[in-house]
């Protein structure tokens, strides 16, 4: 491994660390409140809202997969 190697990967690990210790302190929403706080509804519309997200996303990229392989056999 050559000194420029090493040097990129210890650079990319730190800044990895850095910038993903903020997001690691905090929660977004809190689902815990109790009865009558009212942000369990918002947990379950973030949850949602997310996995249709991730959904729609696999959605295309199949989409750009199938018409990638069918550019290829004609």
Avoid: K, W, Y
């Avoid at 706080?37 to 519309?45: E, H, L, M, Q, R």
């Avoid at 959904?55 to 199949?62: H, I, P, S, V």
Wanted: proline share 3%.
């Amino acid at each position: 491994m050559s000194l420029r190697s090493l040097a990129t990967a210890i650079l990319t690990a730190a800044a990895v660390a850095v910038l993903a210790a903020p997001a690691g302190a905090q929660q977004v929403v809190d689902a815990g409140g109790g009865p009558h706080n009212g942000s369990g509804g918002v947990a379950f519309i973030a949850f949602a809202l997310m996995c249709a997200g991730i959904a729609f996303a696999l959605f295309f990229m199949d989409r750009v997969r199938r018409r990638a392989s069918d550019d290829e056999h004609r």
